[in-house]
Structure formats: C-alpha cells, structure tokens
C-alpha cells in the first residue's frame, strides 16, 4: 500500500523515520513500530510521537500500536497528524468557574497551539459561566462548522454535597453530545477533581497542564477528520 493511498498515514520503510516537528526534538521521543506483512516487502507502519506532554498521548500511541499487531495486508489504518496545525481552526470553550484553574489551563492550551503552528487569529476563545453551560456552546460552534475542533475546558472541585457528580455527568456527556451531535471534534479538558491541589497539580502543576495535552488531542483530530474522515473513506 502506497503512503499516498494513505494519506496522511505513518507509513514509512523499517529504516526510515518519520520527520518530527522542530519544535518537538528537545522533547521525549516516543516511537512504536510493528511490520506489516505484504507479498513482495515487509514495509513498517510506525507511530512516532514526540511529547513533551507525557502520558496521555504515548498511551495513545500504544494502543494504536497494539491494534496494529493484528493488522494484515488489506487492514487500512488511518491516524491524526500533531506535526503542525497550521490553516485549522479551533474554538475554546472555558468554564469561568474556578477561574484560578481554568485560566492556567487556558493558557497551556494557548500555548500549545502556538506550538503547533496554529495562528492566533485561528483560534476564538469562548467564556461560559460553568461547566455545565460548555455543551450547549460547544455544539452550537460545531454546527457552525467553521471549526476543525472544539476545545472543552473546565474544573469541577468536589464540595460537600452530590453537586459534583451532577456537575461532572452533565458536563461529560454536554461534550460528548456536542461532538457527536455537531460531527466537529469536541475534545474533553474538564479536569474532575477531589481538591484544589489536585486541580493546581493538573493546570501547570506536577501533573503537569492538562489544557496542553488536550489541545494535541484536538490538533490530533482535526488532522484525522480533515485529512481521511471527510474526504477519502
Ligand atoms: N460546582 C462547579 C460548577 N458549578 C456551576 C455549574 O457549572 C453551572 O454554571 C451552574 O449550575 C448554572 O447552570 N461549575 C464548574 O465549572 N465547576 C464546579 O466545580
Ligand atoms: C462542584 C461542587 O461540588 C461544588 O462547587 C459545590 O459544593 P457543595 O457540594 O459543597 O455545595
């Protein structure tokens, strides 16, 4: 199978790389390779990554890895470039609600997509009050389809009460229901936690920034929607 049949599609000779973004080669490398039984060549389709967001993307990657082990000649597999997001737009949707957190969140995102080579003027950053009110505005700016991917970010703190579990249901499924509602991506960045240190470790913290990681998730899919979902199935 040709890379081009592929597309967008890691596919590359056992010795070859896979080219990594400039900006990526200070940080931890993560590759995965697996062979690919063909009739006249053995060709590796490899998933190489480098984050330096850590564990959410290179767990991502072994599970593509994984499933790959069963892959035959006529499987076609298709993935998300995070090379570079230039010319896709994406919306933020943030929760005001426990702004200390959600802002710090916002800013790893930002900065991320900056990273990523997206323009600032590709990306619009929408405030709700809180996190229950992300859903509906992340549907409504997906239907509109001038977004590649909707970015949901916000915090909810566990108080005394059941609060926080209608919070955190109502919240999960608003963005999921947006995503599938709107066909746009939307991209969960909803941090649910039992304290506001677990919160603080999380937004730039030890755990490191969450709003990052999330933004790769949504650079990620709006790769895979734009170059393969839409287009060449
Ligand atoms: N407790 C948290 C909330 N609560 C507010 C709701 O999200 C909502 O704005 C209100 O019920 C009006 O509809 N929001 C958060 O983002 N985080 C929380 O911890
Ligand atoms: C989301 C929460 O649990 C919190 O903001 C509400 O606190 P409480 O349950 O103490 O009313």
């Not at 080579?117 to 619009?124: A, L, P």
């Not at 999330?214 to 929607?225: H, V």
Request: hydrophobic share 40%; proline share 2%.
């Amino acid at each position: 199978m040709s890379a081009s049949a592929l597309g967008q599609c890691n596919v590359v000779p056992r010795t070859t790389t896979s080219s990594v973004h400039p900006l990526q080669s200070h940080r931890h490398l993560s590759t995965l390779s697996f062979n690919r039984q063909t009739a006249n060549s053995s060709p590796a389709l490899s998933c190489t990554r480098s984050t330096g967001f850590g564990s959410a993307i290179e767990r991502h990657c072994v599970d593509q890895n994984r499933s790959g082990l069963f892959a035959t000649a006529a499987v076609r597999e298709l993935n998300g470039s995070v090379v570079s997001a230039k010319g896709h737009r994406f919306a933020i949707v943030v929760a005001r609600f426990n702004d200390l957190i959600t802002k710090k969140l916002l800013e790893g995102a930002l900065d991320t997509f900056k990273k990523y080579s997206v323009r600032e003027e590709d990306i619009d950053v929408i405030w709700v009050p809180g996190c229950f009110e992300i859903g509906v505005a992340a549907q409504h700016l997906g239907k509109s389809q001038k977004y590649q991917a909707i970015l949901c970010i916000g915090a909810v703190i566990r108080g005394d009460t059941s609060h926080y579990d209608a919070v955190v249901n109502a919240t999960t499924s608003g963005v999921l229901s947006a995503g599938l509602n709107s066909g746009t991506p939307c991209i969960f960045g909803v941090l649910t936690c039992d304290t506001l240190e677990q919160a603080f470790d999380r937004a730039g913290g030890k755990a490191g920034n969450k709003g990052g990681e999330t933004a790769l998730t949504a650079i990620e899919m709006a790769s895979l929607f734009e170059h393969h979902l839409k287009s060449s199935l």
